[in-house]
């Protein structure tokens, strides 16, 4: 019988059993309302309590963040109701400010770059151009705030028109665009929306523009024998056709975080002109590189700025590229700069340093002399890190060399007003400094020091004063923030974007540069920073982060850092300490150069010394050591793993996309010349024990302690494959380990979700094995 049938029948013909359940269903029903009724009546009485007595009302909140609004960085910060400990989200939070450019007649206003991040979901960032009257303090944002658009490399053409790239149009790509400021910039209320000048079918990545405003140069990324539109419509063909076959001929296959497929960094020159107010070309730009297989601005990092240059007239063009011809690029550093006539009717390429086989780089022609440049050049072939010393170019007599017994690397160089003068950027003991070198004609000329705390950047002149300018400042303890310098007595900063953020957060202010007697009884210099809560006594002795640089020509410099800050250790109790061991730039040539051929002795004696001077001078627990590193700081943490004489100091080693396999290592990065030189100048296959000499993976029998490793897989300079070995050797010895592996990141960790992701890893990490 069916389910169906039988509830038929007892739904029809059986009647005692229809009202038992109905007597069920009423019992059921009382004791539900019963229960209800228990339960309510106190809650009821709750609310009746609150309505009479309510409680104090919360403090308020600061506005949340949405994709549709806009709110700066510095008003969110105004809004919160107490200061707290400092975090990386802070750091990212921080408005990032950039390239001051005075008012090109008067100096009295100045245009600089905001960079800010839309917090809390990271998922975007604007850059805009602001305004500062320099007597009055007033600020003016000039370009509209959108999250996703970014305005950047802008130039004064005339005292009321700025030309800057941005990706404000319709195709998202990086173009030309031109803001008409009004007469009185003051009273701006809701921004300019400015005009688009180009709109190429490819992203423009560098802009420059002559002092006269009638020319300019632009790069595009191109194939070398095809224009811009061409390299466009051989992009879409190549997308359409679905092939992910690459095919080399040559080196590089990848540089840096980019796979080498054909399009190269060409700069495009042109003459323009104001018509109704708005610049336009002339005519058609020139691909100055045309057919010829190279980058200029060099890569990764080269950029417009830096390494093109007009001359005083505007009619010569200088320009630095690399030689990427065939293989050699691999294992060469030779960079040579090129000078272009404009007023030719064929623009023809002469190179000025092709007898140093060595980098020349950032040309810069004098103000007021159309024949004289100064220059950037090494002298050591293969050798990234040597000594870059100032070079005269006058057009007819040989290269002379500017301050040649002088031990300091010059980073930037910019030309005083009269061309008689030069403003000098370099490092100095860990700090980015500024020289003024008077007379350079004079043969005993010789520099002074203008600012030498913290690290300060960008120098840009005052039209009419040779004393006044303006620069980027910053330091362990404070962003970057633009400055105005009068005298060595007057410098003050321009900016208060971040005040409200730096005044609600709590951050390591004792700062000191120690030294002590390193390898080869040499004086050896190092960083401590004070935990947020301090080491007076009574409190307890604070735990260590020891950090490790990479470079390893590089140095723990007295600079703020948006990847690895010393306050986001700081801020979580731990005393900070960073060694400047042997092989460390900013504190002479020779002090640099020792690491050559010494990857595991001189610099690895320094941090043991280092570690032991740090201990007995500060308030640190020496037990709750942990040691952090990056790239060769991670080579160093791996070769400490196979030395428990170190190891056995720290309780856990953080390894970030650093060296574990030094063989391996010299076949698979992308510039040979690295491993090459500091190996002492062999190849792999010349000299395989220059290279099994310091190589960690040789001495993983004696690895024990706890092991982070971090790694980017887009890291082509140190391939993810040595982090996962590293880790297999960990795993494989049953050595507790974890690896944190992050597929979109390079050799550093640049997208803000995955910087937040490291910093709570690492500091998790960090708790657990010495708190």
């Known amino acids: 019988m069916s389910g169906r049938a039988s509830d038929h029948l007892v739904s029809h013909n059986s009647d ?402 009269d061309g008689k003068s030069l403003f000098l950027e370099l490092g100095e003991e860990a700090r980015n400094v500024i020289y003024k070198l008077s007379n350079i004609s004079s043969p005993i000329s010789t520099p002074t020091r203008l600012i030498r705390e913290g690290s300060s950047h960008d120098i840009n002149l005052h039209p009419t004063d040779n004393d006044v300018f303006l620069y980027t400042h910053d330091s362990i303890t404070a962003p970057p923030n633009v400055y105005l310098y009068s005298s060595p007595t007057s410098m003050r900063p321009v900016t208060v974007h971040n005040n409200h953020l730096l005044s609600k957060v709590r951050m390591g202010k004792v700062v000191e540069a120690f030294s002590f007697n390193g390898s080869q009884n040499e004086m050896v210099w190092g960083w401590y920073v004070e935990p947020v809560n301090g080491t007076a006594e009574p409190a307890p002795l604070a735990p260590l982060a020891f950090l490790i640089h990479g470079g390893p020509q590089s140095s723990w410099y007295d600079a703020w850092s948006f990847r690895w800050n010393y306050q986001a250790f700081s801020a979580q109790g731990y005393a900070v300490i960073a060694i400047n061991f042997h092989g460390s730039d900013s504190y002479g040539q020779k002090f640099t150069d020792s690491i050559t051929g010494h990857y595991g002795t001189l610099p690895y004696e320094d941090l043991q010394l280092g570690l032991t001077a740090a201990i007995e001078r500060y308030r640190i627990n020496g037990t709750r050591a942990a040691a952090l590193g990056a790239s060769y700081g991670g080579f160093m943490i791996n070769w400490i793993a196979g030395h428990p004489e170190m190891s056995h100091r720290f309780r856990t080693l953080i390894c970030h996309d650093g060296l574990f396999d030094m063989r391996g290592m010299a076949y698979s990065t992308e510039e040979l010349w690295f491993s090459e030189h500091d190996a002492g100048g062999f190849t792999p296959y010349e000299n395989p024990e220059a290279f099994e000499q310091f190589n960690p993976v040789n001495h993983v029998a004696n690895w024990s302690q706890p092991m982070l490793v971090i790694h980017g897989g887009r890291d082509y300079r140190v391939p993810d494959t040595q982090g996962i070995g590293a880790f297999t050797a960990l795993q494989r010895r049953g050595i507790e380990s974890r690896m944190l592996y992050l597929p979109n990141e390079n050799h550093w960790t640049l997208n803000p979700f995955n910087s937040l992701i490291w910093y709570q890893e690492v500091l998790d990490w960090m708790h657990r094995l010495t708190i």
């Open 16 to 417: 005692h059993p229809s009202k038992s359940k109905s007597r069920q269903a009423l019992t059921a029903t009382a004791f539900f309302l019963l229960g209800a009724i228990v339960i309510l009546i106190p809650a009821l009485i709750l609310i009746l309590r609150k309505a009479n007595c309510p409680d104090p009302p919360s403090p308020p909140g600061p506005p949340a963040w949405n994709s549709s609004d806009y709110l700066s960085n510095s008003d969110y910060y105004s809004q919160l109701p107490e200061a707290r400990d400092f975090t990386q989200l802070d750091n990212l939070r921080l408005d990032r400010l950039s390239s001051p450019r005075f008012h090109p007649k008067n100096g009295k206003t100045v245009i600089y770059l905001r960079k800010q991040y839309h917090m809390p979901d990271l998922k975007g960032s604007t850059t805009t151009l602001h305004w500062i009257d320099l007597d009055t303090n007033k600020t003016v944002q000039l370009t509209r705030p959108i999250w996703g658009i970014n305005d950047q490399q802008f130039y004064w053409v005339d005292d009321k028109a700025i030309l800057f790239l941005s990706n404000r149009g319709s195709s998202g790509l990086n173009q030309l665009f031109q803001l008409n400021l009004p007469d009185d910039v003051s009273a701006i209320g809701n921004f300019i929306e400015p005009t688009q000048i180009t709109d190429y079918a490819l992203d423009i990545d560098n802009l420059l523009v002559n002092k006269q405003g009638t020319r300019l140069a632009f790069s595009c990324q191109v194939f070398a024998n095809l224009t811009i539109q061409q390299t466009a419509d051989r992009h879409a063909t190549d997308k359409a056709s679905g092939s992910l076959v690459y095919k080399f001929d040559k080196l590089f296959i990848r540089h840096w975080d980019e796979y080498m497929l054909g399009p190269r960094h060409h700069p495009f020159v042109v003459s323009i002109q104001q018509t109704n107010g708005i610049y336009n070309f002339t005519k058609a730009p020139t691909d100055v590189l045309f057919n010829i297989d190279s980058d200029a601005p060099t890569r990764p990092f080269g950029d417009g700025k830096a390494e093109w240059s007009f001359s005083a007239s505007g009619n010569k063009f200088a320009y630095t590229r690399q030689h990427d011809e065939n293989s050699s690029v691999a294992w060469s550093t030779n960079l040579d700069i090129f000078t272009v006539d404009l007023t030719a009717d064929t623009l023809t390429s002469v190179c000025i340093t092709c007898d140093n086989h060595a980098a020349d780089t950032n040309p810069s022609f004098s103000p007021i002399d159309e024949h004289v440049l100064v220059y950037r050049a090494q002298a050591v072939p293969g050798y990234e890190s040597d000594q870059f010393k100032i070079k005269f170019f006058n057009g007819s007599n040989p290269n002379t060399t500017l301050l040649d017994s002088w031990d300091r690397s010059i980073q930037a160089i910019t030309w005083s007003l």
